[in-house]
């Protein structure tokens, strides 16, 4: 079963300050996801990537970059947090035989 | 764009008796559905995945999907206090690298 790690934990930053989520998955998969997790709205889609260097545009982008630097880590950027963006993060990898996501246990960031 | 609902938003339980969830989406050229679990403070856990009309069978769990109708639904058999958690429905097409999810039934399994 893949191994995806995230962290920290948790985070708690103020308005306007500089944010970086990282996720590493061991298991070689290609694809990996960061989606936001809000009561109501279920998980969204923010970024996702095919391969180191690769970033795909997911559904609701807006105020995150991300940068895929190996085939084992991924992270997201806020770089000018806002409270909307108080929020459970996951990060997912996809097993390319089964089509199956695996997820890391969230990062919950909260932004004062 | 894809739209997935579940319903119901809460569910409670007793022991033993069967639960059910609903899952319904919009895409009709959707083929790959997964269910997963989620407790409380954890990550998701896939319990399972059909991609054809007709029942899975994974354990305790059944999925059963109806395309036509565009829902899938999970059955949990025999729920023990321990299945108390958030259920998250997935939808997604071959070849398309999005999942969208739901926003999830919560179930309340009661002793």
């Known amino acids: 079963e893949a191994a995806v790690t995230q962290s920290p934990r948790n985070k708690v930053t103020v308005t306007g300050g500089n944010v970086t989520l990282s996720c590493r998955q061991t298991?070689?998969?290609?694809?990996m996801y960061w989606y936001r997790q809000d009561t109501g709205h279920g998980l969204r889609l923010i970024h996702y990537?095919?391969?180191?260097?690769?970033?795909q545009i997911g559904d609701v982008p807006d105020g995150y970059k991300a940068t895929r630097t190996t085939q084992e880590d991924f992270f997201l950027l806020l770089e000018l947090a806002s409270p909307s963006q108080t929020s459970l993060y996951f990060c997912?990898?996809?097993?390319?035989?089964?089509?199956?996501?695996?997820f890391g246990s969230g990062t919950r960031l909260t932004v004062l | 764009q894809q739209k997935v609902q579940q319903s119901p938003e809460s569910l409670t339980v007793s022991e033993g008796a069967m639960a059910s969830l609903n899952c319904t989406f919009s895409?009709?050229?959707?083929?790959?559905f997964r269910w997963y679990r989620q407790h409380s403070g954890k990550g998701l856990e896939v319990l399972v995945s059909?991609?054809?009309?007709g029942e899975k069978e994974e354990g305790s769990f059944t999925a059963h999907l109806n395309r036509a109708s565009l829902h899938v639904f999970l059955h949990i058999r025999e729920p023990q206090p321990s299945d108390s958690a958030l259920y998250l429905c997935?939808?997604?097409?071959?070849?398309?690298?999005?999942?969208?999810f739901g926003a999830g039934t919560r179930l309340k399994v009661i002793a």
């Open positions: 997912a990898s996809r097993d390319r035989a089964t089509e199956t996501l695996y």
């Open positions: 298991n070689s998969h290609n694809y």
């Open positions: 990537s095919y391969g180191a260097g690769n970033l």
């Open positions: 895409d009709r050229s959707s083929d790959n």
């Open positions: 059909i991609f054809s009309d």
């Open positions: 997935a939808v997604s097409t071959t070849g398309n690298y999005k999942y969208v």
